[in-house]
């Protein structure tokens, strides 16, 4: 099956659109995709092969898209795992996440982090110690860097704030903007659920906060809130 799956996945391939998909991934020398090989399918399309194969395709399977050059199949391969991860038992959930945390090295660019790590490793500490964020944090690697803190988007739509406020914190003086676009998507979420907390947070860390992280963070405020913060 997984050959059914990678065909499928070739025969959706489209160089031009593969070219532009490159670009925006900043897959150039010394950008942060450096390397990286797109064939030019789109997430719709991913989204349709992957309710067509979740239920046939192994974690054995998945370790070898992971560990393919093709960053699709990569995508497909985490795609298919949160399909997994959501229609499993706590047992098979404990595997699903201790392959997950096995693979990050494949993990490797924003969009596989943001569309994997809340729905797997996110929604599997709800009710668990959370360490594991705060030693990913500390790991000075970017993507694990980037999972710690979007993991907390579970947490948050269960209007558990305190490991994102932490992580924002920790990630102040973070030197990479895409650090610094996460933890303010992040701290724009809470402020869309509570929007005192998060303008707690921001009094006592807006001289720290990087310019883009507080942009995000302040994006659904109301303009003339907004724009003070953005004075300030």
Known sequence: MLAKLKQALLNL????RAI???CFFKTGEGQYGEGDIFIGITNPE???LVKEF??????????ILLADKIHEFRFTGLMILVEQFQKANEEKRTEIVEFYLKNLPQINNWDLVDCSCYKILGEFLLDKDR?????LAESKHLWSERIAVVSTMAFIRKSQFLDCFR????FL???HDLMHKACGWMLREIGKRDELALEEFLEENLTKMPRTMLRYAIEKMEDKKRLSYLKR
């Open 46 to 48: 991913v989204r349709t």
């Open 173 to 175: 003086t973070h030197p």
């Open 13 to 16: 391939a489209k160089p031009e």
């Open 131 to 135: 360490q594991v964020l705060y030693q």
């Open 167 to 170: 992580l924002s914190e920790f």
């Open 20 to 22: 532009q998909t490159a």
């Open 54 to 63: 979740w239920k046939v395709i192994t974690l054995a399977d998945i370790q």
